[in-house]
């Protein structure tokens, strides 16, 4: 055998031993946020948080959200893929999406990544798949970042300054973004990746965004109707001023579908809204909730993403729209 493959075999055992610690990082980054907030509560309020909880309620709750969620996103890639001229029977983007959620089980740009692999099994070259998922991607966080500031402006709730700072950024950037889609400059909607982003216009955008309006506030709302399931009662105003956050935090592809930092965000906007003797016994019980939360969730969604894995191999060639 010559030096290079001398090499190439040396090297096989580290690159391997990288390769496996750069999947599991995330859940070790995920699994120290839990760690370093379980230790500044009392261990004994959290195992009587956890025991004394309503988990059947919780888990119905956490599924039933579950279905819906993957209904009202089925629905909007479909509109999405229709302002792209693509026509795909709502079953079959059913099956995709629910397939792809096996893979949101990472974080949410791996399952949406999951989605440009299957437009590229149905025919569609690897860059204009990867631009379609772009577009959809980016339709997604401008509806958020749309609702979290208009919450925001409204929800009577006292904004930190940089926080207000974040959302004019996130709308700036998104107007100047509209207004390069407007304008279509040719050396950029020549460019494969970015050709999808234009061929929607800015009629395509808006319609995606309107249709994925729905999906983006069960988002935000499942998060409060499991926290009333849990016997929190957050009022309806504070929550969708806050829980938009909590919702951007868990897409941000830092840890594995949020892990850690979803937890951080439940226990600092809202412990407070837990009425426990002691702040400890409040942050303790949000601690358990937002665990037991994630996990009923983290479940229901795996499950329901390996039931569509099967119809979702099936997927034909798409059809232009006429």
């Excluded at 400059?185 to 990746?193: E, I, N, Y």
């Excluded at 829980?243 to 412990?271: D, K």
Aim: charged fraction near 10%.
């Amino acid at each position: 055998m010559g030096t290079l493959g001398r090499l190439v075999v040396d090297e096989s055992p580290q690159r391997s031993k990288l390769r496996r610690l750069s999947r599991l990082w995330p859940w070790l980054l995920g699994a120290a946020i839990v760690i370093v907030l379980a230790r500044r509560v009392p261990l004994d309020a959290f195992r009587a948080a956890l025991g004394e909880g309503p988990h059947v309620q919780l888990a119905l709750v956490d599924l039933a959200v579950a279905l819906a969620l993957l209904f009202l996103d089925t629905f909007a890639t479909w509109v999405g893929l229709i302002t792209l001229r693509l026509r795909w029977p709502l079953r079959r983007i059913l099956a995709i999406r629910g397939a792809t959620y096996v893979l949101a089980v990472v974080n949410y740009v791996a399952g949406q990544g999951g989605l440009g692999y299957y437009l590229h099994r149905a025919g569609i070259p690897g860059l204009r798949a990867a631009g379609t998922t772009l577009y959809l991607m980016g339709t997604t966080f401008a509806t958020l970042l749309v609702l979290t500031t208009v919450s925001w402006a409204f929800g009577g709730h006292t904004v930190a300054p940089t926080i207000w700072w974040v959302l004019l950024g996130g709308c700036a950037a998104f107007a100047l973004y509209l207004i390069v889609i407007a304008i279509a400059p040719r050396a950029l909607a020549s460019l494969a990746l970015l050709a999808p982003l234009f061929d929607a216009r800015l009629r395509g955008h808006f319609a995606a965004v309107s249709a994925r309006i729905p999906h983006v506030a069960l988002l935000v709302l499942g998060h409060w109707f499991s926290m009333l399931a849990w016997g929190i009662r957050v009022p309806f105003l504070e929550a969708i001023t806050l829980l938009p956050v909590v919702t951007f935090i868990a897409a941000v592809p830092i840890s594995p579908a949020g892990l850690g930092t979803t937890q951080a965000a439940f226990v600092y906007f809202f412990s407070d809204y837990i009425a426990k003797a002691t702040h400890d016994a409040c942050t303790a019980s949000m601690l358990a909730f937002s665990i037991v939360h994630f996990v009923y969730t983290i479940i229901w969604q795996f499950l329901m993403g390996l039931a569509c894995v099967p119809a979702a191999r099936r997927i034909e060639q798409p059809k232009p729209v006429s």
